[in-house]
């Protein structure tokens, strides 16, 4: 609620409140996602460099470099052909279309505050920045990976005197 004019006003109609409900239950998701994920990954992590032979660490580094390479080559496939296929006009809609099943997210922005608030370039740039750190997350582990290998590698690579 907030105030104009002296007199108190709810900013967001129905629609707005549903459509927020919906989005909380979809953030909600991808946190539990994530969460489980994260959980896989760190007990992955931790059995294969504390509990296995030290032999391990090697195959896990090539795990890690290869999914860094393969969630890179998705950003860059999906960046390259959803933007030369689809305008994010388009890709916007097709979110909406396949996370929501009702239409309450469908607002006016001439009277829904919500998308006053929040308009398409706002959007525009989250999604920009969700794929940038993505791909800055797959650099910075591909690359640890990917330097651990070569560390080890040259290590383990027996000198020539000569």
Known sequence: MVVKDGEPLELFN???????RDVKGLIWLD???LLGTLIYA???AAVT???QRKGYRQPLARVVLGGSSLTLAFMLALGVGLGAMLNFE????????????NEFWMLDPTRDYLIMLFP???????????ALATTAGA??????AGGYLLFTGRQATPREDG
């Open 14 to 20: 129905q629609r707005e409140v549903i459509h927020l």
């Open 31 to 33: 946190y539990r996602v």
């Open 42 to 44: 760190l007990a992955y």
């Open 49 to 51: 460099f504390f509990w």
């Open 90 to 101: 388009r890709l916007f809609l097709q979110f909406h279309l396949l996370s929501f099943t």
């Open 120 to 130: 398409r370039d706002f959007w525009y740039d989250a999604t920009l920045f969700c």
């Open 139 to 144: 650099v910075a582990l591909g690359g640890a």
